[in-house]
């Protein structure tokens, strides 16, 4: 009667009696990845370190990408105004021709009734 019956490893020293029911643990410890739980805090803030480096990186490239997008865009939309002007420029030109064959032929004294 003098042995000692050795308590099962618990936090209090309980044991359910049913075979198929699992030891409680901690539920944020126990549902993360076993890698996680094993690699230690430098390896963790490595990768980190790395993953940061690598969005850096896409966000420059990136940013890269859309200047020269920009770029272009700026030359295209210049190209295009200088068009317009010239051909507002050349519209405005024949309508001063106009305007002006308009005025000497009223002053020769010619309607548009008698030049059509």
């Known amino acids: 009667m003098s042995d000692v019956v ?4 618990s936090s209090n020293g309980r044991v359910s009696g049913k075979p198929w029911k699992a ?4 539920t944020v410890r126990s549902h993360l990845p076993e890698g996680v739980k094993t690699k230690s805090w430098e390896d963790r803030m490595q990768k980190t370190q790395k993953a ?8 420059e ?3 890269e990408k859309q200047a020269e997008f920009q770029r ?3 030359i295209t939309m210049e190209r295009k105004q200088h068009a317009e002007e010239k051909r507002r420029l050349e519209e405005a030109k024949a309508q001063m021709g106009a305007r002006k064959a308009a005025r000497l032929r009223r002053r020769a004294g010619r309607t548009k009734k008698i030049n059509h």
């Open 6 to 9: 050795p308590l099962a490893s």
């Open 23 to 26: 030891p409680k643990t901690a």
């Open 52 to 59: 940061l480096a690598i969005k850096k990186l896409q966000a």
């Open 72 to 74: 272009r865009r700026a």
């Open 61 to 63: 490239l990136k940013e």
